[in-house]
DNA sequence: AGCACGCCGACT
DNA sequence: GTCGGCGTGCTC
């Protein structure tokens, strides 16, 4: 038999293997497994993706034999291969590198894995008890055990320890085995829930639409923090473990907390896994291997669950649709909500995508009916809306960054007991370190980037490649000693702060604040319990975190988000307006949302404020037609980088002259000339690219398959690196 | 991406 | 002589 194989390699095709008769196993389905193969002159796994009786390769060189099969059953099922070749073409990505970023970092070594073993207690039933008779505790524990084979830990929570199990098996009463030989299958005749809340009519009518539809449907609930969109995903869940199916539950990296997950626990009794970066690779493959063993039902993960090999998946929730980290940023490059939905088309099931503030791409998508979208409107309780205003720095005395106007409204907040939340996008005490005599601005060695002054470290800092100098004493080109910071970083607004209001508890995050595991979570709970009243930090607390006590959010700066060249911009600042407003003021207490802005009259900020945000989108949408832009047209990115800039350069010139001299082969294409990145130099390569863009798909898609196919015959590319990425960020 | 092969310069 | 520099080419 002749098998195809998805090698890790970063190659468009598979590649051919024989798998002799003595390693056939009878019944097993080979097709998602994985196999130890020579591949050039090193061993590597691959996975198998394709077989066939005869021999299909005919190129030069002998097909190879398989070493080894390593998996005694599929890690991955139809249904993913499926998705995962779906994805190697449409992202225009090698599909064993592919295959390799869906697979847990155990099964990507070339060997065998299994679930450590778990002891299975079971009773000896012809066993002479007579000689622990007199052992109290070893008799409670047999006891147990001759009711039911018990698991240490079950054992351990009954009170009994490892020495009298031990005792027990030496003694000869009780046998061992391993819990992990034999699958045991979530119980779906015995799902217990437990506090379900009676919907509102909103929520009511979403859960009817959606219970109601059959097959494929793809659901956007639109709804404002507390509109209880989670309330609908649960009950929807609920209703899809009672027909016996798996569900599964993407969220934002950030929102997946152990509060996240407690929901779903104290919900249901049935066991839920998780996958999410604080868990080891063991932790990851044990998730994985549940959810394929149907032993777990509900798979709650961050955007790489979504490979997960799940045989009875019934719903996908994606929650906070619009969410950045849903997008892969390096290596494999997709978006795991697009990848999502066609996980449900594949599997003919519903995916509910949940959100305040829908990505203008999912807009357009309810706008041209391949989505339904579902309003709440109703807040739980008795929450008002946050007021917004808009703070014009033009006729404002400033000090750091913060206007008189809002200092004076922190205040009256902070007399009244209230918390205060100020976002500033930008870490560190100051963006840049000037020389004050010839304004000499210190600069990355490595990088074509200013350096970023962080005063607790004591360093300037490069945010491209992290490296950190020591402060020099005077300026390299002048010798002058006065070195002035500018541009406000969360260090100096916190330093402000702390001057402005002495008796105030003002505390920092960002990431060089909570750098340690469990720094964040410990400085929530002081936020909680009122140990801080102003919180000072970067636009990670915006997402996710909860503070009841805030009444007063402060956006220091949005001005760089307004007259940003990236056409997404106004987009992400409108969501984070909106998911900002969200976090302020609860119950009876009112919340205020402060921005900061030299152009108060910008129509995103009126058209936001007055309207709100949907008529905000539909208004982007449109500007978005007008200007051509996403979704109206697609884009494809072709990147290089190098050591050496002119090889750089001539690499993409003959690709951008190559791809013009096809061009005309398609329609509707606009390939835009070549372009030195953002930041040229970034950890001493130096980044270059072409921008191609489409009215259709199919042509852009086509298109990068021919550029693909050519790509190694472009001037210097033996020490040019490159990459196509589809549906790109920004236009970089 | 790895990894080997191969062809030139410089070093014991 | 031969050690190693990295340009080139291949992976079923
Ligand atoms: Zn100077
Ligand atoms: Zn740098």
Redesign the pocket.
Known sequence: MYLQLAI????Y??????LSFDLKIEGVNLIGCRAL??????KTVGIIVEQSEKQT?T??????EIEEILDDSPIFDKYNIQLLKWAASYYHYPIGEVFYTAMPLLLRKPEKAGLKPIDLWTFVSDADTSCISRAKACKAALNIIREAPCTSHKLKELGINQAIITKLFNLGLITKSNLRDQVHEWDKNNISITDAKILNDEQQHAYDVISASHGFNAFVINGVTGSGKTEIYLQLIAKTLKQGKQALVLVPEINLTPQTVKRFYDRFNVPIVCIHSSLNDNERFESFAMMKRNEAAILIGTRSALFANIPNLGIIIIDEEHDSSYRQGDGFRYHARDCAVMLAFIRQIPIIMGTATPSIETVNNIQKKKYTEIILSKRAGNASDAIFNIIDMRRQIINHGISKELSLHINEELGKGNQVLLLINRRGYSQKLICHNCGYVFMCKNCDSNLTYHMTENRLVCHHCETKFIIPHQCPECGFTELTPTGNGTEQIFEHIQQLFPNSNPVRIDRDAINRKGVLNTILDDINNNKYNIIIGTQMLAKGHHFPNVTLVGIIDIDSCLFSNNYRAHEQLAQLIVQVAGRSGRGEKQGYVYLQTHTPDHPVLSTLLNYGYHTFAEECLKKRKQMMLPPFTNYAILKADGTEREKVISFIYDAYNFMNSQSSKFSNLVIMKPTSAYITRKQNRYHFYVLINSRAKRDLSEFVDLIIANIDRFQCK??V??VIEIDPLGNE
């Open positions: 890790n390699t970063p190659l095709r598979t590649f051919e293997y024989k193969v020579k591949f050039g002159n090193r390769y190129g030069k060189g002998a097909v190879k033996s020490s690196h490159s």
